[in-house]
């Protein structure tokens, strides 16, 4: 089970975003500012933070960079009614991961809190074996014996997500939320030239499939 910790000032809110987190399977601790945030987080282990920006004692921006110069390398999903370019600039150079503005709608806040942990799974996770095959998430590369070939960086999430969790299906949507992030601004065809492109490159890695599931998305056999 996710462990996310919930930062936010505004006491019906916090308990409205624990309910929902908890129906969807997380488990929430909470803080109402950045400094509880701090002091709990000596304790207690977190995968993920929802942080308020504007907080008393410690705000959002502040608790995100003592966090990053500390080397927690948390994905950090900022939550604030402030909305200019220039505010979200501050907060993604603090060091958050992804932002959302007030009001927010609960439902979206799930999506982004389980593609932002699928990410940091990905990253930390940092290669997958299969056989003799590798794949380095350090070095966007995928190797066997003597042959090595770097990815695109986008071309190798994808690949990297479908050999994460052989045989299951993903959706197109799955993959574009996943790997271009709910904003993105292309369509679900983009995943469709990513993956030609994948096994144009990929003939060689003979045990490796990406097999089309006509309709609905894609998903990797491994052949023996």
């Known amino acids: 089970m996710f462990h996310i910790l919930v930062v936010e000032d505004d006491k019906n809110l916090r308990r409205l975003m624990e309910a929902v987190l908890t129906q969807n399977g997380y488990h929430v601790v909470c803080a109402s500012d950045g400094q509880d945030a701090l002091n709990l987080l000596e304790s207690v282990y977190v995968d993920l933070i929802i942080s308020d920006i504007m907080m008393p004692r410690l705000d959002g921006y502040s608790l995100t960079r003592e966090l990053r110069n500390a080397n927690y390398e948390i994905p950090i999903l900022m939550i604030t009614a402030k909305e200019t370019y220039e505010d979200k600039r501050e907060g993604f150079i ?27 799974k990905i990253s930390n996770e940092q290669r997958i074996c299969i056989g003799e095959t590798e794949l380095n998430y350090q070095t966007l590369t995928i190797s066997k014996g003597n042959q090595c070939l770097t990815l695109p960086k986008k071309e190798f999430l994808l690949l990297f997500k479908l050999l994460s969790y052989p045989k299951q299906i993903f959706t197109r949507q799955q993959l574009m939320e996943e790997i271009w992030g709910p904003e993105a601004e292309t369509d679900e065809r983009t995943v469709d030239v990513h993956i030609k492109r994948l096994r144009d490159k990929l003939h060689s890695f003979e045990e490796l499939e990406i097999v089309t599931i006509r309709g609905v998305g894609y998903k990797t056999e491994i052949k023996k």
Not at 95 to 120: C, F, H, Q, T, W
């Open 94 to 120: 603090a060091g958050a991961d992804d932002y959302m503005v007030k009001p927010i709608n609960i439902d979206e806040m799930v999506l982004r809190v389980g593609a932002l942990l699928r990410r940091s």
